[in-house]
């Protein structure tokens, strides 16, 4: 894995993008150990990618496609096409929420879809409905940031806002997979900010999300806990 990670770095081209990927430990275990030779057994990977910003991930996915003859496009509402000028990319200047933009520009069948953009559930939840049936069986939908464990109170990141909405993505991620368990497994990623990953297991379509009811502030629980302290 080490030698593997040293010869990505050496393959980028982007200076400033190479820096982060060198100097930010967090950034390696919550992306290219989590996923990376995952999406390598895939051949021609087709890659969605939502968010561009510094080109952290891009230059990751790039990487793949470069080795494993795939495409990466990437979508952003803000300009980064000066990131990187590479045969296998394409970037799509468009918010993700334009749904027909987007489509018009995409394979019809994805290996991967990866999401950093608005780090807010219902944002998520919305996005991963209209994509979900874009991918692959065995295929990954990965979300990023949702560990709210750096933002919350006295932490290292202490931020209120960062802190929930984290926590509210996560939350909403399970209660997804609550109502579509035979249909995706959902793997999750503290290190830094966190994130997730969904391998998506039959053609099924998606049942809406489903409340999980928690037993953690019910009487029941209290007297449990009463009874712990004794």
Known sequence: MTKNFDKFIGRISNDNVKKIWSSVPGVKKKFFDFFYEQIL??????????????GTSTALFLDICNEKNGNLFSVDNKDYSFQFKDKKWKFILSKDTDFDIVNKEIPAQLDVIFLDTIHEAIHVSNIFYHYYNKLKVNGLFIIDDTSWLLYTKNNSEDHFYKEINNYETFKKVLEIYNNNRD??????NFCDTGAIKII???QDNLSESARIFSRENTIKNYIRKLFIKS
């Open 41 to 54: 057994n895939y051949d021609k990977p087709q890659i969605l990618e939502f968010g561009v910003r510094d």
């Open 200 to 202: 998506k297991r039959t």
């Open 183 to 188: 249909k995706f497994d959902i793997h999750a």
